[in-house]
Nanobody, 124 residues
Framework: VQLQASGGGLVQAGGSLRLACAAS????????IGWFRQAPGKEREFVAA????????YYADSAKGRFHISRDNAKTTVYLLMNSLKPEDTAAYYC??????????????????WGQGTLVTVSS
């Protein structure tokens, strides 16, 4: 599967952005999808994930209550709606696919396929 992340940009603190992760391939519905981010000088960190059926949603503590992940298998796309953005959310955001639909979706090593990043910049 190939992944294409989009939707990043510059937004003021308190604003919203919706990221999209578009996937190619007919087996999209068999993959769990996760979002990770990496800020300059920092390690990549888990943001949110959704299992293959869409019934399981997982969030980092920093994302709970502000971000919402969803998927549209017909459009082979996963969305990350980010509300109440903060300057500390500034990072490159990456989506990734896990073919095993693991229960450890917070773990980047569970993912076999990665898209290129989309940059999110939140100004104060």
């Amino acid at each position: 599967v190939q992944l294409q992340a989009s939707g990043g940009g510059l937004v003021q603190a308190g604003g919203s952005l919706r990221l999209a992760c578009a996937a190619s391939g007919r087996t999209f519905s068999s993959y769990a999808i996760g979002w990770f981010r990496q800020a300059p000088g920092k390690e990549r960190e888990f943001v949110a994930a959704i299992n293959r059926s869409g019934s399981g949603l997982y969030y980092a503590d920093s994302a709970k209550g502000r971000f919402h992940i969803s998927r549209d298998n017909a459009k082979t796309t996963v969305y990350l709606l980010m509300n109440s953005l903060k300057p500390e959310d500034t990072a490159a955001y990456y989506c990734a696919a896990d073919p095993d639909d693991s229960t450890w979706l917070w773990n980047e090593y569970e993912y076999d396929y990665w898209g290129q990043g989309t940059l999110v910049t939140v100004s104060s």
